[in-house]
């Protein structure tokens, strides 16, 4: 297996402050304890943030800065703050019509401000790459695409699958390059895929083509009449919480010598993570698996590759993303978001600022993405 990007071994230490793996029943629930206060902590922070609390931008940073580097380094069980984060859920994604309703069906025009919708690069939300010079976010989104197109092997004449497709930003710039890939796009969000209905009208757009299939439905029925030659997953597994089953299921759907790229968000820490305040405001059941759990997930498919991808590239598309919402309050703000606007505004620049400075602490280093190159076991 090809690991790229591995962390100094100095560097892959062992936790002073809690440990999820500890075998002492007692040692174990004050983990538990103390990874409960620090979500109080977090939760009473977010809601004084939300209630109307003035912090300036920088000094936000700061303290989350410093916060969270000292977890990942030194106590990144305290990451975890519930239970099943931990374990794997019953099903293969959790909440998913809770998630639509609080993030993935909110206003279009909000978030395709906030995303950047482009002729060729449709609202796409995930990591874009800077690492190699990109000077804005459309750029950064085609250099990841790129990126992926080279990991994933992609080949003229493939049949590929998009597992949670968003928009169709992926499967339109593919398509753009290669004039025989055929793609087929499953999410669960019926705003996104109205955007997407509009565009296989449209004859400027390469989902217009003939080309590309659009399922409307959950991960966890999915099922097709054909197999791939790839499947791509993008910021989608944030939302599975058993990889088991999601193997199971990919495996099945994908041809003999196929091959699945998975990108996630991910941490090089021992333990899964999560946040109470993406739990309840972003994300219901959100979770980041660590670095390692794909590849000890191997059943119904074993990795081949793995890489870390740096989170200051996360960290700058979480700026461009604010940059973005902070600019178009004047047009959006007058949508329905099932609350007071002032307030949804509050919740998603906390989401933003938070995330965007996780994703810098210790320069990227333990909270990035992690892209995996995977085939039948
Ligand atoms: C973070 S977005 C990423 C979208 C796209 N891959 C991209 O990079 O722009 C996650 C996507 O997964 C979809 N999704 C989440 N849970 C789902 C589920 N249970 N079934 C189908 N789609 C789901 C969301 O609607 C959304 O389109």
Known sequence: MTVENVLPVASRY??????????????????????????VAQMALAEAYINGLEIPDPLFRQVMDTSMSMLFQHAPALLAPYEWVLQESDRLAESSRALMQVQYDLPQAMLNQMLGDWPLIYPKYSMGLWENGA???????????????????IVDGDRILDFGCGWGCVPNYIMSKFPNVRFTGLNLSHHQCEY?????????????????????????EAQFDEKFDKILSIGVFCHVGNLTNAFQKLASLLTSDGKVFIHLITARIPNNMSSGFTHKYIFPHGRYWNYDAIPSHDRDLKTVSQWYVNG????????AWLQRFDDSQATVKSLDYGMDYAKFRRIWRFYLLLMGTAFATCDGEYNGNGQYLLTHA
Request: aromatic residues 6%.
């Open 312 to 319: 200051i590239n996360y960290h700058k598309t979480f700026a």
């Open 135 to 153: 000077t804005d976010l459309e750029q950064s989104q085609i250099q990841m695409i790129d990126r992926v197109i080279e990991r994933l092997e």
């Open 196 to 220: 997407i209905r509009d565009k296989m009208q449209n004859p400027d757009s390469y989902l217009s083509s003939g080309r590309f299939t659009l399922h409307e439905g959950d991960l966890n």
């Open 14 to 39: 062992v936790p002073h402050t809690g440990n999820v793996a500890a075998q002492s029943p007692i040692a174990y629930k004050t983990t538990r304890l103390m990874a409960g206060a620090v979500n």
